[in-house]
């Protein structure tokens, strides 16, 4: 009697035989919605500026922004996330043009919502450090260290002039202790008890985010090392989770995604909300400058590293290729 518990009688392949077998028995699947687009919109510019570092990403004037949010929705994406640059200048110690009703992100949100209405969510980065001439992400003391709790000041300032702007979502990104609570509190105080956070909730302290800094005009001196994360800890990642949560985070993120898939999957396992991953400049930057080579198929690549993010448990995933792939996924069904 044969045993269909070992070879011969057991054979996996027998669902891998075809396109429609490997389809049908497929664990993990993407769906445009899942999937955010983050864009850069600069201050200043009359046409999109290329980013050296990140191929076929740009930093987009307004209307461009307008096009490319318009383009989301065609393709079925779930969200846009916002960041501005505004003109070198404007920069100042606090961050001054993050809060103002009139800096270019805030007016970005306020191009994007009249452009998109409802039909996407608009997402916007809470932090400083595209704001600041220092180029880190909250307040300086007189050691130049950061001060977290004048940063806080500073978050919940932000965050009632993104939600009056029109953001539905706003992302404190900048990995200051409290950020989230201070955030929430803001918001409900403002009358905003309808934006939702997006929480940076274990923001690693990477290699990878160079092209980044390339796009948002960085002037960053230094590191982030005393608060982002070390990436020699995943323990820690839970206790920022529990944290975010215990404030009222909405949606919980890691960053980047493809160096801590391990720490992906903890937070997949333990949050109780929405768990999104950022597939970051650097992740991008790597495929699309191995692909320019010869050196990999580029479109398998895309697909098996978004596939990667969400078999470890994102449910939503940022990534620079979000309307490209949403027309592929599109097209095949």
């Known amino acids: 009697?044969?045993?269909?518990?070992?070879?011969?009688?057991?054979?996996?392949?027998?669902?891998?035989?075809?396109?429609?077998?490997?389809?049908?028995?497929?664990?993990?699947?993407?769906?445009?919605?899942?999937?955010i687009l983050p864009a850069f919109v600069r201050e200043g510019i009359s046409e999109p500026a290329p980013i050296n570092a990140m191929p076929g990403v740009v930093q987009h004037t307004r209307d461009t922004l307008r096009k490319a949010a318009a383009e989301a929705v065609a393709a079925g994406v779930g969200a846009i996330m916002l960041f501005g640059v505004p003109e070198d200048h404007k920069k100042d110690a606090v961050g001054t043009p993050g809060t103002d009703p009139d800096g270019i992100l805030q007016v970005a949100l306020r191009d994007v919502r009249a452009e998109v209405g409802d039909d996407l969510i608009v997402m916007s980065d809470l932090c400083l450090d595209e704001h600041t001439d220092h180029g880190h992400c909250g307040v300086l003391d007189a050691a130049g260290r950061i001060d977290n709790d004048a940063t806080l000041e500073r978050y919940a300032e932000m965050a009632r002039a993104q939600a009056?702007?029109?953001?539905?979502?706003?992302?404190?990104?900048?990995?200051?202790?409290?950020?989230v609570g201070v955030v929430r509190e803001a918001l409900d105080g403002a009358g905003h008890q309808d934006v939702s956070i997006l929480a940076y909730t274990a923001k690693y302290s990477s290699a990878f985010y160079g092209p980044f800094r390339e796009a948002v005009g960085s002037s960053l001196k230094g590191d982030r090392k005393t608060y982002q994360q070390d990436p020699a800890n995943a323990r820690e990642a839970l206790r920022e989770l529990a944290l975010d949560l215990a404030e009222g985070a909405d949606m919980v993120m890691v960053k980047p995604a493809l160096p801590y898939l391990d720490v992906l999957r903890q937070i997949a396992d333990a949050s109780d909300v929405p768990v999104a991953a950022y597939q970051i400049s650097g992740e991008y930057a790597m495929v699309e400058a191995a692909a320019a080579n010869g050196w990999i198929d580029r479109d398998r690549a895309i697909m098996e590293t978004l596939m990667s993010v969400r078999r470890a448990g994102a449910g939503l995933i940022l990534t620079y290729w979000a309307t490209e792939v949403a027309g592929w996924l599109r097209a095949e069904r």
């Open 164 to 179: 009056d702007a029109g953001a539905h979502t706003v992302g404190p990104s900048g990995m200051m202790d409290g950020q």
């Open 1 to 35: 009697m044969n045993d269909y518990g070992s070879f011969p009688g057991a054979r996996p392949r027998r669902l891998r035989t075809t396109p429609a077998m490997r389809r049908m028995v497929a664990e993990t699947r993407l769906h445009p919605a899942e999937l």
